[in-house]
């Protein structure tokens, strides 16, 4: 294993993301918040992962996972690796995954690593903890994968240490910038997260598709998923049933043409209704996210409830009918379907127990759980639920 990548805020969807990518046999799931790769991690360009925070290099592998055991082999370690640093300050930082220790205990020992490395002839300076992990913003602005910087991170996996070093990580302010510097949003249709975007575009394309190779997006909105495929080096297209949100896309991709350096990548945007339209440009595979309901603040009742995901059901189920006549067998879709939140857990689309009957096959990961790739956030009534299919 040769690169480690440390997950998000939902493990099990950036563990789907990394098996699309790179294949089953090629990851191990890593304690809960990392993945060991045998892959480089060049194989594929971070910046297009919207599941990993941070990809490092394996240091090493300890067969213990005491902290005070851990630190003592710090600091013995550590010193010999200064000679290969250039000139100058060290900004070093620490990050826990899975230890039981507190983020005071973890700066204490930082510390007692920094007097080892004066003593050593190193001029260096703490980045302290706020929790047991540092955040991208950190690791970002105190320049930890500069060639200055450490950020050393531990990783508890069962019995063991993986002690790993980060080489990226995540760009939140890229991510910022293409998410509200984009000219045309629109929160009626919901606001699909760019990293979100970039997970299933990743999902439905595994790591087989060419460069160049077209996506179809049938609910493009304001064009989210097509821009992040576009990044990527995919020709987009797209679809929508409202003039409106062509117009939108259409506005948002010149923007990224004109903002983005990108090469000339090939774009196309129509109105069309998902459900009958037939779409006129040939594409590879399918990505997007689908008709959500209508917003909601709060859990309805259940009669509301039903209503709401009936009338979904029906979008959905004509919408597989249609595409499924047009794509030949093989062909890979991954789409982000509602799903509702409530007391008694999620309530699901009832047109995903039937999907072997319209034609489809529902992809199951290896190292992850179908049924927990739920994209949410905190107070959220309405989750995407990610449903890779292929067509039969």
């Avoid at 826990?96 to 220790?101: I, L, N, R, S, T």
């Avoid at 910087?149 to 910022?176: C, F, R």
């Avoid at 293409?178 to 249709?189: G, I, L, Y």
């Avoid at 009338?311 to 030949?328: G, S, T, V, W, Y």
């Amino acid at each position: 294993m040769s690169s480690l990548y440390i997950l998000g805020r939902q493990p099990e969807i950036g563990i789907a993301e990394l098996e699309s990518l790179l294949g089953a046999n090629n990851i191990k799931p890593i304690g809960t918040h990392a993945v060991l790769s045998s892959q480089d991690a060049n194989h594929i360009p971070f910046s297009r992962l919207g599941g990993c925070v941070k990809v490092c290099k394996l240091l090493t592998q300890l067969p213990y996972t005491d902290w005070n055991k851990l630190i003592t082999y710090l600091f013995s370690a550590a010193p010999q690796f200064l000679n290969y640093l250039p000139e100058g300050k060290l900004n070093l930082g620490i990050s826990a995954y899975g230890f039981d220790v507190s983020p005071a205990k973890i700066n204490a020992s930082a510390l007692q690593l920094k007097k080892i490395i004066k003593n050593a002839g190193k001029s260096v300076r703490i980045v302290p903890n706020v929790k047991n992990e540092l955040n991208s913003a950190q690791v970002i602005h105190n320049k930890l994968t500069s060639k200055n910087g450490w950020e050393l991170v531990l990783i508890k996996d069962k019995n063991q240490t993986i002690l790993a070093q980060t080489v990226h990580v995540q760009d939140i302010e890229a991510y910022a910038a293409r998410d509200q510097k984009r000219p045309k949003r629109d929160a009626r249709v919901g606001m699909l997260p760019p990293k979100l975007a970039q997970i299933i575009v990743n999902m439905a394309s595994t790591g087989n598709n060419r460069f160049g190779a077209t996506v179809l997006d049938p609910f493009c909105g304001t064009g989210v998923v097509l821009q992040e495929a576009a990044i990527m080096g995919f020709s987009v297209y797209g679809t929508d049933i409202e003039p409106r949100m062509i117009e939108f896309s259409t506005e948002n991709l010149n923007w990224l043409d004109e903002t983005h350096e990108i090469g000339n990548f090939e774009w196309f945007v129509e109105e069309g209704d998902a459900m009958q339209v037939k779409w006129s440009r040939n594409f590879d595979f399918v990505a997007g996210e689908t008709y959500l309901g209508r917003p909601l603040n709060s859990l309805p009742d259940e009669k509301t409830l039903q209503k709401i995901v009936s009338d979904c059901d029906h979008i959905h189920k004509r919408f597989l009918e249609n595409i499924a006549k047009q794509i030949k067998p093989g062909v890979r879709l991954c789409l982000a379907v509602p799903a509702w939140k409530t007391n008694k857990g999620y309530t699901h689309l009832n047109v995903l127990d039937y999907l072997e009957k319209l034609g489809y096959t529902r992809q199951s990961f290896v190292h992850a759980d179908s049924s927990r790739l739920i994209y949410h956030r905190e107070g959220q009534t309405v989750g995407r639920e990610l449903v890779v299919l292929t067509r039969k």
